[in-house]
């Protein structure tokens, strides 16, 4: 009996020291990486320069402005401790502590030269405009103004004064934005027209920087934590890694498997994700609707878009939208605010082309306008209903979007007398073939990238990225640049004025809106996503045992 009770305390002891070596354990959040994957390679990490979402998500985390957003989305305090605002001049005061990654002091002059850079006509930033509000900088931007009269002043090494021309309710927000990010000078110069563009070619003054070695492009990014940051809150991870993946097929399985802990997701695995009880945080800020190729001698003609549209009853082509997606009527989201109130608030909802039973009589009448002649120049076109061109619709090959499309389609057929037809491709051959502009109509989404009416509007400028249809309009331009360059009471009647001749014109005829996801593992804490730029913080995130 005594050697069984000796055997039996033995075996005890070594079930209790074997059970937990083979339990998984997760490692302190201190010593984790954190795992992320971009389907498209920065194009620059320069913060000057960048305006792609690859781009803004490495710069986010590798710089910081003299503030930075919180999980709430509001300015906070960033680089800048604090601050002391009189009507049209802001002074900001610099961390004592604050660091570059290499170790040198961040500075004021450091934010002096990057603002500086972002206005210099040599830099060629897409994103300048935003800071417009600071005084004197269109002027500079357009080569109008020395530099020395920006509004922009390093008064010594921790304290920087700005200027501005005119007040913008979203002055704060931008100052966490790209091009207000803070540029070494030294550093920048001895980059040799490289900056941003290797891993050694960068230098960082936010919560990481990219490791020696980090930077394979197109394959990944590594991040290492950066211990010389001194910020508002210490950073937790060890690291990020950010895989560059132009298939995002397996992504949703590689999150469910716990191979990566983060991405962004579209509707497609909505399901999916539920099911397997991830993380979801969603955004209302993507508008999909009908866009025409205003390059095509036929779609060009306005009459032509505005009949085909009369033809289509929302109620009818809309009845079947899948979980995740709202019917609208308007352009301008519902999400977007002016001074902190919704824009629809002010100007109501269903400012669109409305359906008309007359539609039939409208196309017909749109068709022989086709027909021109000119007796002076002797050149005509001769179109008929017969004649008219085959309508072909692009559109993503997502099974749950299909009957919107063939609602669609069936409403011309029989507005046109012609069997429509559609080609399915997947989301990134979408977007491809919209930027080049190989479609007729396209099924196609507008995210803009603020929250701002304006920060829509502007995408149909001429000259604008996103203004994939060709809309060029110098009156429109000019109208967009007003409410941009020189906001005042009368900007929420602009605004109006704008988005009611995109309707009008039918330019962009909105269908309705996508909720866009972020998803990450049950057992992944503290990501602070953003709406609109496609951001992440992930200076706080752990992961945890559950």
Known sequence: MKFSRIFLSISISLVMIIIPSCTKKISSPNEQTIYYRVTDEPVTLDPQIANDDSSRLVIMNIFEGLVKLDDKNNPVRGAADSWKMNDMEYVFHIRDNAKWSDGSPLTADDFL?????????????????????????????????????????????????????????????????????????????????????????IISNGAFYVSKYGWEHEKYIRLSRNDNYAGEHDVIPKGVNIDISESPEDVLDAVINKEIDCYSMDITGLEQAKKNKLNLTSFNDTVWGISFNLKNEVFEKTDIRRALLQSLNRKYILRNLPEGCTPVEDIVPETAKTDNITYRSFVGRGMGIEFSENAKEYFKKAVDNLNAHDEDYYWYYDYDETEFPDINILCTDEPSIQPVVNNIIAAWNKLTGKYANKTPVPRNELMEKISSGDYLIAIAPLRPDGESPVDTLKLFMSGNEANTAGFSDKNYDSLISDIILKPDNTSINKMIQAEKYLNDNGIFYPLYTESRYYISAENVRGIIFHPYGAEADFSRTEKTEK
């Open 113 to 201: 030269y990057g603002f500086q850079r972002t206005f210099m006509p040599i830099t060629g930033s897409q994103t300048a405009e935003t800071l417009f509000c600071i005084k004197n900088s269109e002027k500079i931007k357009k080569g109008q103004l020395d530099m020395s009269y920006l509004g922009v002043y390093a008064e010594d090494e921790h304290t920087l004064k700005i200027q501005l021309d005119y007040q913008n309710p979203q002055f704060f927000s931008l100052l966490a934005t790209p091009p207000a990010m803070p540029c070494k000078k030294d550093f920048f110069e001895s980059t040799a027209g490289q900056y941003g563009l290797e891993y050694d070619k």
